[in-house]
């Protein structure tokens, strides 16, 4: 935890020396004013209580500042990427940057644990899957070892020993790392949201964000809730809408942000044994092949193991209910008689949920290039809620840096928002 203990001296420097209330000072919030009166008092509105908001929300109450958290459904929703039992954390990453923050973001997710009295993480190890030369495990190989990340390579006799539960070709290597394991995805949002909430941050359920509109060095946003219309002023907004990212990128930005929210869906099978797939003899699972497949051990449902394969589906709207989709089920199904012949191939339970990706899969984390007091954070699917609790941190320390500056060690280049503007002005 020194790493924590040090960077929060820094902040907390900073804060005090910036006017800011410190985390156990007093709150002070402005008076309620309804029907299209201004209410001003905030310094940050957060839009959107999925993973990366409820995070945002928490390190910004945290640190003192006046926090609104504003959701369009209920903290815990099923229409999004947040919600469900289970999502993996891992050291193990195919890209260096990556896997090198992963330990800090571990301490984080501790630190919350530590403050909330709730047990989020649970470690399992991991199993990294695939032949001999496949380029996933051979870049996660490549990762651990530039970051001196311990980890144990198994050959395909020693899997069988080893992991008896799976069949695979021959040929297959493992690639074990004991850093991996299990965040408990909707209790992690529920816990971020109420920790906010404790340190002074507003949070307003069943609330639509009609507008976001710059005002002079401030924004002003309209809300539609159950008390009514409402307008709100801030010192900064921080964009965290998952889904509904484009939807206001759209009338913010004078270029497009290509993002695609797809269908996904997890299975839940039933295990013959459940004592072999259990935590402890059962690890969390990444298979680098095509079709790309990955599960869990026993963890949510008692008897049963989560397993889901990813793949680049038909695009959808955020609006509308997500169904199951037959030949998904169907394909997971296979896999599973091929390869995991403890389980029953027939999932007792299919769960639905969006991703929402950039074309290369990089993060979107930045301030508006004309508006540096709305911060953007989109495009997390499929690899984003092991970091959530680290992009909280990174979006309140660009809310308290001065625009141009990224004092965060949780900042990449690559989350720039200046890419995709690149990108147009080349095509063009």
């Known amino acids: 935890m020194k790493f924590l203990k040090t960077w929060s001296a820094r902040r907390r420097a900073f804060q005090m020396a910036d006017g800011v209330q410190p985390a156990n000072g007093p709150k002070i919030k402005g008076p309620t004013k309804r029907n299209g009166d201004v209410k001003p008092g905030y310094d940050v509105i957060v839009i959107g209580a ?57 301490a ?19 199993l990294y899957l695939g032949a001999a030369d496949n380029a996933f495990v051979a870049a996660c190989r490549t990762a651990l ?9 198994l050959d395909h006799q020693e899997l069988g020993r080893t992991y008896p539960q799976f069949r695979l070709p021959a040929g297959w290597i493992g690639l074990y790392q004991e850093q991996t394991g ?21 949070l307003r359920e069943k609330t639509r964000v009609q507008s976001v509109t710059p005002a002079g060095t401030g924004v002003t946003v309209h809300l539609a809730g159950p008390q009514g219309d409402e307008v709100v002023q801030a010192e900064q907004a921080i964009l965290a809408a998952g889904p509904w990212a484009s ?57 049963t193991v989560k397993v889901a394969l990813e793949q680049d589906v038909r695009t959808v709207d955020p609006d509308q209910e997500g169904t199951e989709d037959p030949a998904m089920t169907a394909e997971l199904s296979g ?19 969006r991703y929402t990706e950039t074309p290369n899969r990089a993060f979107i984390i930045d301030r508006h290039p004309t508006f540096p007091q ?55």
């Open 50 to 106: 999925g993973s990366m908001g409820s995070a945002a929300a928490y390190h910004l109450a945290r640190d003192g500042r006046r926090v609104l958290l504003v959701e369009q459904f209920q903290v815990g929703h099923t229409r999004g990427s947040s919600h469900g039992g289970s999502r993996i954390i891992r050291y193990t990453h195919d890209q260096v940057d990556h896997a090198r923050l992963m330990p800090a973001t571990f």
């Open 108 to 126: 984080l997710w501790q630190q919350l644990e530590e403050e909330s009295g709730e047990r989020l993480l649970q470690l399992t190890g991991g």
């Open 145 to 153: 070892e530039t970051l001196n990340f311990p980890y144990r390579l």
């Open 182 to 202: 299990i965040l408990a995805a909707s209790r992690a949002v529920q816990v971020m949201v109420r920790e906010a909430v404790r340190h002074g941050a507003e």
């Open 247 to 303: 939807t206001f990128l759209r009338t913010l930005l004078d270029f497009p942000i290509p993002l695609r929210v797809t269908h996904q869906q997890v299975a839940y099978f039933r295990a013959g044994r459940p004592e072999d797939f259990a935590v402890g003899q059962f690890p969390v699972f990444i298979v680098g092949e095509d079709p790309h497949f990955y599960g869990f051990p026993i963890f949510e449902r008692p008897g």
């Open 335 to 353: 896999l599973i008689a091929r390869h995991l012949p403890g389980l029953n191939a027939k999932p007792e339970l299919v769960e639905i949920c």
């Open 374 to 428: 709305i911060l953007i954070a989109a495009g997390f699917s499929g690899r984003g809620f092991k970091h959530a609790i680290a992009v909280g941190r990174l979006l309140a320390d660009l809310s308290a840096a001065a625009p141009g500056v990224y004092d965060s060690p949780f900042w990449l280049d690559e989350f720039r928002l200046s890419r995709f503007q690149a990108s147009q002005e080349a095509a063009v």
